[in-house]
């Protein structure tokens, strides 16, 4: 049997906003108030320095463990991490689906 992924109400999508920006300040080591003020457009990898390689891993295995997720390899590629907005949605798929 699928499931079909339930759209999120906006409490739920407002509490996964901040639970992710506070996640990204923990790990990065950002101010919260530069963490809160992503937009969906704002740039991640490759924009900002304290998000390497090695803190890719730290972010998502964060991620996995806040969020009460399971983060394949595969499911790891540049656009997830290109900009909040694309990590968020990837974050809002991987609820979705559980």
Do not use: C, W
């Amino acid at each position: 049997m699928n499931s079909i992924p339930t759209i999120p109400s906006e409490a739920e999508a407002a509490a996964l906003d901040s639970e992710l920006k506070g996640l990204i300040a923990d790990v990065l080591g950002l101010d919260p108030a530069q963490a809160a003020a992503f937009g969906p457009d704002s740039g991640l990898f490759g924009h900002l320095p304290e998000l390497d390689s090695m803190a890719v891993a730290g972010l998502l295995t964060e991620m996995e463990d806040r969020l009460g997720i399971v983060i394949e390899d595969d499911d790891v590629d540049g656009e997830m991490l290109e900009t909040y907005g694309a990590l968020r949605a990837f974050a809002q798929a991987k609820l979705a689906s559980r």
